[in-house]
Nanobody
Framework: QVQLVESGGGLVQAGGSLRLSCAAS????????MGWFRQALGKERDFVAG????????YYVDSVKGRFTISRDNAKNTVYLQMHSLKPEDTAVYYC?????????????????WGQGTQVTVSS
């Protein structure tokens, strides 16, 4: 089992940047595929980005391509989401998730473990 703790959220003006971090417990972090999802108020939880266990496969939702970058440091048991050119529509709670088969899943149901989330608010 793995526990996930997100950090790095906050309030930023449109056009600004934030870097989210997700620290994972346990020795098997490098075997998990990792993903970032977000959930805006009153909406469903949506996929943002995913990365396979060795970082060779990465996916992004179209709306963040060119602005967000997912990466991982297996030595630090941490996955990151670097966000640039933030827009008000990026406002949401951002969740980190782990997928035990090591793939970069695109769907909520493919992930086995979830963090508590970190709020990102982008003001116009």
């Amino acid at each position: 089992q793995v526990q996930l703790v997100e950090s790095g959220g906050g309030l930023v003006q449109a056009g600004g940047s934030l870097r989210l971090s997700c620290a994972a417990s346990g020795r098997t972090f490098s075997s998990y595929g990792m993903g970032w999802f977000r959930q805006a108020l009153g909406k469903e939880r949506d996929f943002v980005a995913g990365i396979s266990r060795n970082g060779a496969t990465i996916y992004y939702v179209d709306s963040v391509k060119g602005r967000f970058t997912i990466s991982r440091d297996n030595a630090k048991n941490t996955v990151y989401l670097q966000m640039h050119s933030l827009k008000p529509e990026d406002t949401a709670v951002y969740y980190c998730a782990a997928e035990k088969w090591g793939y970069a899943g695109l769907k909520v149901g493919e992930y086995d473990y979830w963090g508590q989330g970190t709020q990102v608010t982008v003001s116009s």
